[in-house]
C-alpha cells in the first residue's frame, strides 16, 4: 500500500513514519509540495493514500481538496491538522467516505487506528472531532474575530479578487507564507472559501463595497 505523507513539518514526517514502519505492507513516501503529490497520484493508478496537513500544505481551500479528491477516486484522504472547524468537517465527512479526519493532538492508538482504517478503505473521525460535531449546537452571541494585522490586510487583498499568488508578490512574500495566512483567517473566521471571507469582510466593514471586486 502506498502512503504520501503532505506535511512540511518534519518532525510530524518523521513521527508518521516511524508509526508506518510498524504496519506490514505500507510503502511510505514524502510529498514537498502540491505539485510532487500530483505526479505521485498521477504515476500510480492503484489505491493508496494520503495523510495530508490540510492547514500548512499548499492547498489553497477546501474546495480545491475535494476536486483533487474527485480527480483520484481511488485515494483515501487523511486530514491530519491542529485545527479545522466543524464546518470544514462537516462538509468533508458530507463530500464522502474519502476523507478520514485525525487532529493531531490525537493519542497514538487513535494515529495508528486511522492509517488502519485508511488502508481497509474505510472512514475514521477521532475521538475529540467526533464530539464536537455531535454536541449540541448552541445559540452564540456573534463576536468579533481576533485577526492579526497581517491577516486583515490578507482578507482585504482577498475581498478585491487577488489570487494568493499575487497577495505574495504585492507584500514580497512567498507563497506559503501567505497561503498559510489565508488558511488561518478562514479557519478563524469559521468560513470554507474566498467568498465567504469576502462576505465576511463586507459585513464587518473591513472592505468597502465599493471596492469590492465583482
Excluded at 155 to 160: G, Y
Aim: hydrophobic share 40%; proline share 3%.
Amino acid at each position: 500500500m502506498f502512503y504520501s505523507l503532505a506535511d512540511p513539518q518534519d518532525i510530524t514526517r518523521a513521527g508518521l513514519m516511524y508509526v508506518l514502519s510498524g504496519m506490514e505492507g505500507i510503502e511510505p513516501h514524502q510529498a514537498e509540495d502540491k505539485t510532487e503529490l500530483i505526479d505521485q497520484l498521477r504515476r500510480r493508478d492503484e489505491y493508496q493514500v494520503v495523510v495530508i496537513d490540510y492547514t500548512l500544505f499548499d492547498v489553497n481551500d477546501i474546495d480545491e481538496l475535494i476536486v483533487l479528491a474527485e480527480r483520484f477516486p481511488k485515494v483515501q484522504w487523511v486530514v491530519f491538522s491542529f485545527d479545522l472547524t466543524v464546518d470544514f468537517v462537516r462538509r468533508l465527512v458530507a463530500t464522502g467516505p474519502q476523507f478520514s479526519i485525525l487532529l493531531k493532538d490525537s493519542s497514538l492508538h487513535e494515529i495508528r487506528e486511522c492509517l488502519l482504517y485508511a488502508q481497509h478503505r474505510r472512514r475514521y473521525v477521532c475521538q475529540r472531532m467526533t464530539e464536537i460535531l455531535l454536541a449540541p449546537s448552541a445559540a452564540v452571541a456573534e463576536e468579533k474575530i481576533p485577526l492579526t494585522k497581517t491577516e486583515t490586510e490578507i482578507l482585504k487583498d482577498i475581498a478585491q479578487g487577488m489570487t494568493t499568488r499575487e497577495i505574495a508578490d504585492r507584500r514580497f512574500s512567498s507563497f506559503h507564507t501567505v497561503n498559510t495566512h489565508r488558511k488561518n483567517i478562514f479557519r478563524k473566521l469559521g468560513v470554507n472559501n474566498a467568498h465567504e471571507a469576502t462576505r465576511y469582510a463586507l459585513r464587518a466593514g473591513l472592505v468597502d463595497a465599493a471596492e469590492y471586486y465583482i
